[in-house]
């Protein structure tokens, strides 16, 4: 799944550099126990503190948003994923309804 196009943006190109990140599914709602999300580059571990990292309260987000929050980082503004709601969006998206 694409993060950018759960939250209603446009999806990013597929490019040598996209790759996968693999989560384990921890909602239950999901019966192969995993989901994927695609990532631009090499995922990587950020040591962050108090000092690095705020919080951005200039956007809000709806409560069936796939997003828990803005941070500052620096220069930058990343939004921070809600992984249950996403797992919630991505079972809504896959299960099956009986036709009848």
């Given at each position: 799944m694409s993060f950018e196009g759960a939250f209603g943006q446009a999806?990013?190109?597929v490019s040598n550099r996209t790759r996968i990140v693999i989560f384990n599914a921890s909602s239950g709602k999901l019966q192969s126990g995993y989901f994927g999300m695609?990532?631009?580059?090499?995922?990587?571990?950020?040591?962050v503190n108090a000092d690095v990292v705020r919080p951005?309260?200039?956007?809000?987000?709806?409560?069936?948003?796939?997003v828990i929050c803005q941070v500052r980082m620096v220069n930058e503004?990343?939004?921070i994923p809600d992984l249950q709601r996403l797992e919630e969006m991505i079972a809504e998206e896959t299960?099956?309804?009986p036709q009848g």
């Open positions: 999806l990013p190109t695609l990532t631009q580059g090499f995922p990587q571990l950020v040591r951005d309260p200039s956007r809000s987000f709806s409560e069936r948003s796939p503004t990343p939004l299960s099956v309804v």
